[in-house]
């Protein structure tokens, strides 16, 4: 079956960096767009980034955008998010899904705070 298995959350201060990965099994990796989301408390889920199949393109929301990057490996059916110049607001439970699966992890959580 489906599995998506995000690590490498935590504490971090202002300013810092973490590099979230997400292990995926049970489906092809490489033919799939790879998406991270992120909920903090009491909002919804919104999306961070994506990267295509082959890793050719990313996009990002504005708001991590010059601080944030997606990259993959296929080979190891692994997704990271680098994630730079942390700021409280990065605050959230981090989560990645593969486009048109219905399927979630458990999602890491990043808190940004001093």
């Known amino acids: 079956q489906v599995q998506l298995v995000e690590s490498g959350g935590g504490l971090v201060q202002p300013g810092g960096s973490l590099r979230l990965t997400c292990a995926a099994s049970g489906f092809t990796f490489s033919t799939k767009t790879m998406r991270w989301y992120r909920q903090a408390p009491g909002k919804e889920r919104e999306l961070v980034g994506s990267?295509?199949?082959?890793?050719?393109?990313?996009i990002y929301a504005d708001s991590v955008k010059g601080r944030f990057t997606i990259s993959r490996d296929n080979s190891k059916n692994t997704v990271f998010l680098q994630m730079n110049n942390l700021k409280p607001e990065d605050t959230a439970v981090y989560y990645c899904?593969?486009?048109?699966?219905?399927?979630w992890g458990q999602g890491t959580q990043v808190t940004v705070s001093s």
């Open positions: 899904k593969a486009l048109q699966l219905i399927y």
């Open positions: 990267i295509t199949n082959a890793g050719v393109s990313t």
